[in-house]
């Protein structure tokens, strides 16, 4: 058993006890009773709160990093998108890339080389707004040119 300070984590019993306080169901380990709670089995109840647990987490550190703004505003929830089974490799690579703020966009250009945020303008139409996803996928006139083309 699990009690006070005497807890062996080369013990498979020790991890599953940690496991199940984690994910805030420590009292079955404790009364060895599942109470389903408006779940069929105890099984989706653990995936349940395993999903919960893991979208948390997953938002937490999504707050923690700046250049990921335009993936908090396209994703909401922690699932696989359909575009990662859908699209062929190079696809999936630069949507990716754009969704996850590691493209060659002068908002990210411009960052590693510490210019400030409105200094990285787009350097392709001239027009000095700032060359972020939204001005190239949307915005930008020589962009939507050269994609009419492909």
């Not at 940690?18 to 380990?29: C, G, R, S």
């Not at 999903?51 to 990921?68: I, V």
């Amino acid at each position: 058993m699990i009690r006070g300070e005497n807890k062996d984590k080369k013990n498979w019993c020790y991890w599953i006890w940690k496991f199940l306080k984690d994910i805030h169901l420590e009292h079955v380990w404790h009364s060895e009773k599942v109470e389903p709670g408006g779940h069929t089995n105890f099984n989706q109840l653990v995936r349940d709160l395993i999903q919960k647990r893991d979208e948390e987490e997953w938002r937490e550190n999504l707050d923690k990093k700046s250049k990921l703004r335009l993936y908090r505003k396209l994703k909401d929830r922690l699932v696989l998108e359909n575009y990662v089974v859908e699209l062929e490799r190079e696809e999936r690579r630069q949507l990716t890339m754009l969704r996850g703020g590691t493209n060659k966009l002068r908002i990210e250009t411009g960052r590693w080389v510490g210019e400030r945020e409105k200094e990285r303008v787009c350097n392709v139409c001239l027009c000095d707004e700032v060359e972020d996803e939204k001005h190239f996928l949307l915005a930008c006139p020589w962009y939507v040119r050269e994609s009419t083309y492909v």
